[in-house]
């Protein structure tokens, strides 16, 4: 899995901490998305409950990034989420969720570790996403004392993302991601 180079997105307003221990960068997790392709839907209702992600669009193929570094801590296919990637931090304090995916990465397995900026996957619709709107759906969520992946506290990632995010360029050859 290969780092593309990691460019800084400016931001509005003075840089906020990721977890209570952490202040480092997180990397917006679609290559090549700027802070001005993401717009705050946490608080959306969706099917009944709220969204508690943020969905971030781009074509079909796009690669998806690790935005911290972490392992991989589970791999699943939902009804709901389609193809998915649970990436726990490093402190396993807070769990990343990637959805909707259209593959994983090459040799992507359970328990691999990952770092930030590393390809783990591709922008799809699998799932409940709409077949004619590639996105990724991006949650962020702390672990409970128990550190179950599938547990935890919703964390909004836009203002995250607004404060502490990067931006990795990816050439636009690799976009594909076939």
């Known amino acids: 899995m290969a780092v593309a180079s990691i460019r800084a997105t400016p931001s509005p307003t003075p840089p906020a901490a990721l977890s209570p221990t952490s202040a480092d960068p997180l990397v917006i997790p679609v290559a090549g998305i700027s802070m001005d392709g993401l717009r705050s839907d946490f608080d959306q209702w969706r099917g009944g409950h709220r969204h508690h992600a943020i969905d971030i669009r781009a074509p079909r193929g796009t690669p998806v990034l690790a935005a911290v570094d972490g392992s991989v801590r589970k791999l699943l296919t939902s009804k709901a989420g389609g193809l998915t990637i649970y990436e726990a931090d490093e402190s396993e304090t807070m769990i990343y969720y990637y959805a909707h995916l259209d593959r994983y990465a090459d040799g ?9 900026g590393d390809v783990i996957g591709y922008v799809g619709t699998t799932g409940n996403a709409p077949p004619n709107t590639p996105h990724l759906h991006f949650a962020i969520a702390k ?3 128990s550190k179950e992946w599938w547990k935890g506290t919703a964390i909004d990632p836009y203002p995250l993302l607004r404060d502490r995010g990067v931006t990795v360029d ?3 050859s690799v976009a594909g991601g076939r």
Do not use: D, I, N, V
């Not at 992507?108 to 930030?116: I, N, T, V």
């Open 170 to 172: 990816w050439p636009r």
């Open 143 to 145: 672990l409970p004392p």
């Open 108 to 116: 992507l397995e359970e328990g691999m570790a990952l770092h930030k």
